[in-house]
């Protein structure tokens, strides 16, 4: 569909999934230094260490949830650009009407949309976890709290993978 770049939905799919990746190591590293940190009789020496490690790890989360927030950004951008100049279109029936299997123009751009909105909620999960992040939360909670986070609740990965994946071929037949 003219006005719609396939690639730049899936290039910021994949920087989406680099940079949760990198956070979920992150968090990894967050949990076992808290769960370190229960342990009784630490040197003072040994818990400012681990402390700093700790601090190291939540900005790296905290960076890399920034990052996240630019990709939910251009999703968005890219969403609205593309509904405007459908919205633009005088033939506008014609970007409704349906080629064989593929897509319709305005089906791609209400699954950029749907695709957008997920990655904006998780993203509002993900800032909301680490925000309940404490060295005092029981190992239990944690381990609860890291498996939210690393799955991903809100995001429909098949969903989102098998529209690219039509939009893509939808591109490459014209």
Not at 107 to 124: N, P, Q, S, T, V
């Amino acid at each position: 569909m003219a006005g719609l770049d396939m690639n730049k939905a899936a290039v910021l799919w994949a920087k989406w999934h680099n940079l949760h990746d990198v956070c979920i190591q992150a968090f990894s590293l967050a949990n076992n230094i808290c769960e370190r940190l229960e342990q009784p009789n630490l040197q003072e020496a040994v818990v400012r260490k681990q402390l700093a490690s700790l601090d190291k790890a939540l900005a790296v989360i905290r960076d890399r949830h920034e990052a996240l927030r630019g990709v939910v950004r251009d999703m968005e951008r890219l969403y609205v650009d593309a509904n405007h100049k459908l919205s633009a279109s005088r033939q506008l029936w014609a970007h409704t009407a349906h080629t064989g299997p593929r897509p319709s123009a305005l089906e791609c751009i209400e699954a950029l949309h749907d695709m957008w909105l997920m990655c904006r909620d998780e993203l509002m999960l993900k800032v909301a976890a680490v925000g309940l992040i404490a060295i005092s939360m029981p190992a239990a909670d944690m381990a609860a709290l890291f498996h939210c986070y690393a799955d991903q609740p809100n995001l429909e990965r098949d969903k989102i993978d098998r529209v690219l994946a039509l939009m893509q071929e939808t591109r490459d037949d014209k």
